[in-house]
């Protein structure tokens, strides 16, 4: 289920009972303030100050309800200490039944809700700042697309081209000074031959990523590479990208891709 759907289901929610947990949980390791494992800390507390107002509220049902929420969730952090990024979003309900976790590579604030909804204001403004998204690296062998949502990439896969440029002609006979020997004309063929291939090769291209924004439910199309190829891509999408990125990024680590895309 993409992001999208997920808010949208939990916007639906409703149990006409305050039993809903909602959970943002900052456990970026970059943050000096999460040295030594400081989140496990803050969930602590959170949870702690929760179970203190439940006591004095003398809600049984909610007590009971919040008992069984808390075990869950301790489980699931416990099952995932070693998969953490920069945070997590959880929300949880038993009746009926709610339960719906994001680990997240964006800035998150800690804050602990138990309310009769799902509490989703830091939710959407993450979203509306990352959200699903496809990122597209043209270059002259390949297209490299990355499905991102919330600062995670969620599939990193490419389209590969082969300009087959022996079909035109090889550039042989070398002077030993390293010289092409062909003339200049026969250059400018080949060059004039590859671009064409690329326009065509990217036109294909642009069907491709069209159906995979629809698939994929990428509210956003971003566009990276060198200047005149990005460009190029640019132009043969129906749709004009959310932005570009003149720099070839097609060597790069997916998380450093997203911090030129989405924080530049």
């Known amino acids: ?3 999208h759907k997920e808010l949208k289901k939990l916007k639906a929610y409703q149990s006409g009972e305050r039993n809903v947990f909602t959970m ?3 456990t970026n390791p970059a943050d000096p303030e999460q040295l030594n494992g400081a989140w496990e800390i803050h969930l602590k507390n959170g949870i702690k100050e929760l179970d203190k107002k439940l006591d004095d509220s003398n809600e049984e049902q909610e007590q009971k309800d919040f008992k069984v929420i808390k075990q869950k969730i301790i489980k699931e952090l416990d099952d995932h200490k070693e998969e953490l990024h920069k945070g997590i979003v959880l929300f949880a309900a038993e009746e009926p039944p709610l339960w719906s976790v994001h ?13 009769n ?3 989703l204001e830091q939710l959407e403004y993450m979203y509306k700042a990352y959200p699903e998204a496809g990122i597209i690296m043209p270059s002259f062998g390949e297209v490299r697309i990355l499905d991102t949502a919330m ?3 969620k599939e990193d896969f490419s389209y590969s081209f082969d300009p ?3 079909e035109w002609g090889e550039k042989k006979n070398m002077d030993p000074g390293g010289k092409h020997a062909i003339g200049s004309s026969k250059v400018d063929f080949l060059e004039s031959r590859l671009k064409e291939n690329v326009k065509r090769f990217f036109k294909s291209m642009g069907t491709t990523v069209q159906k995979l924004k629809k698939e994929k439910g990428w509210a956003e199309i971003h566009v990276a590479g060198e200047t005149e190829l990005a460009i190029a891509f640019s132009e043969i999408l129906p749709e004009k990208p959310a932005s570009c990125v003149y720099k ?6 997916p998380a450093d891709i997203i911090h030129q895309v989405f924080e530049k």
């Open 151 to 153: 600062g995670m990439v």
């Open 164 to 166: 087959n440029l022996e």
């Open 1 to 3: 289920m993409t992001l």
């Open 24 to 26: 943002y949980l900052n």
């Open 117 to 119: 909804l799902p509490q």
């Open 248 to 253: 070839n990024l097609n060597n790069s680590k």
């Open 103 to 115: 680990y997240v590579q964006v800035p998150v604030k800690n804050s602990f809700h138990w309310e």
